[in-house]
């Protein structure tokens, strides 16, 4: 029997719909397990991958210094790392605070919005740094590939998967990632 094909998960600045799309394969994960050895994932609860993985699946965009740090590490344990979902490709819904300064972001969220109470701007040393624009992961690292969508859905996540098990060079058909 050929060796199983390890695959480890992470999640930036995103929603964790793209972990649910992976898990909405349901039970083709079944079959998936046959071929494939889950290291971090939302099927495991390992925080670091433990050694060399063979597939890294991100969502979410970047940012903050943790996100920086996690997925440097993250790239440093894939010999292939997939983006996954438009927040991992070019920043998704987060980017939408782009081209407004840091602080006017800051001083709305957390001191002028209509609702705030105690108004104050989060210091505390536990909290990461924030980034003055949010990036896609391919700024940050190098991505071999990127499942399109928000979220990409099952079926075209089952569709690479089964396609990189396989041995075979991902081909994702129209009919998976049109969106009209």
């Known amino acids: 029997m050929a060796e199983k094909l390890t695959v480890a998960t992470t999640s930036l600045a995103g929603c964790f719909g793209c972990h649910m ?105 536990e909290l990461p740094l924030l980034l003055d624009k949010v990036h896609p992961i391919h700024e940050v690292v190098r991505v071999d590939y990127s499942l399109p969508g928000c979220p990409p859905s099952a079926d075209v996540i089952w569709a690479f998967l089964s396609d990189l098990a396989a041995g075979r060079e991902p081909s994702l058909p129209r009919e998976l990632i049109h969106y009209d």
Do not use: M, W
């Open 21 to 125: 799309s992976f898990l909405d394969i349901d039970e083709r994960i079944l079959a998936l397990a046959e071929v494939a050895r889950f290291d971090r994932s939302p099927l495991t609860d390992i925080k670091h991958c433990r050694d060399r993985v063979d597939l890294g699946l991100v969502e979410g965009g970047v940012c903050n210094a943790e996100n920086v740090h996690t997925l440097r590490e993250f790239r440093r344990h894939c010999r292939i790392l997939v983006a996954v979902g438009a927040c991992a490709i070019n920043g998704g819904l987060p980017t939408l605070r782009n081209p407004i300064a840091l602080e006017e972001c800051l001083q709305e969220a957390y001191r002028d919005g209509i609702g705030v109470e105690n108004p104050q701007i989060p210091d505390d040393v």
